[in-house]
C-alpha cells in the first residue's frame, strides 16, 4: 500500500491522498482464503487512516469478485493499454490531505505485521498464511 502523487502514479491511481494497493497470492496458493485474509487485515488496519484504497486489476482476473465482495467498486479504467480497471474502497479515515500530517511512509510493513509509527505499536494482528481459512 502506498501513496503516490499524481506525476508518479500507478494504474490504480485516484488522487494523492488515496494509496493504492498492490498483491498478490502465488499459484499454488490460491483459492484457500490466504488472499481474503491478508486483504481483510489490511482493510482493518487502515481503515481508520484513509477516507479510501485503491486498487488495479486486470478485467477477467477471479481477484476482481473478491474485491467486490470486500466493498470495492470500479472507479474506472487504469488505461486503454493496461486492460486493467482502477476499483476503490471508502472507508471512515481521515478526511484531510495525506500531506497535511500522515505521510505515506508513516505505514511501514515489517515481515508479516503492519506498524503504524504515529502510535505505540502493531495496528494488526498476524496472518498465517499456511493456515487454513
Known sequence: MRLFKEDEKGYGYIDDRTPELGMAVQPE?????????LLVCLIKSTEHLYTG???????GNPAERLYARLGFEVAGDAGERSGSITMKKKMAGRSKSMRGGLEA?????????????????????????????
Do not use: M, W
Not at 496458493?29 to 485474509?37: C, E, V
Not at 484504497?53 to 478485467?59: A, Q, R
Not at 511501514?108 to 494488526?124: A, F, L, N
Open 29 to 37: 496458493y490460491r483459492g484457500q482464503g490466504i488472499g481474503t485474509a
Open 53 to 59: 484504497i485503491s486498487l488495479s486489476v486486470v478485467v
Open 105 to 133: 511512509d508513516s505505514i511501514k510493513t515489517s515481515g508479516d505485521e503492519i506498524h503504524d509509527e504515529r502510535s505505540s505499536g502493531i495496528t494488526d494482528r498476524r496472518v498465517n498464511p499456511a493456515k487454513k481459512l
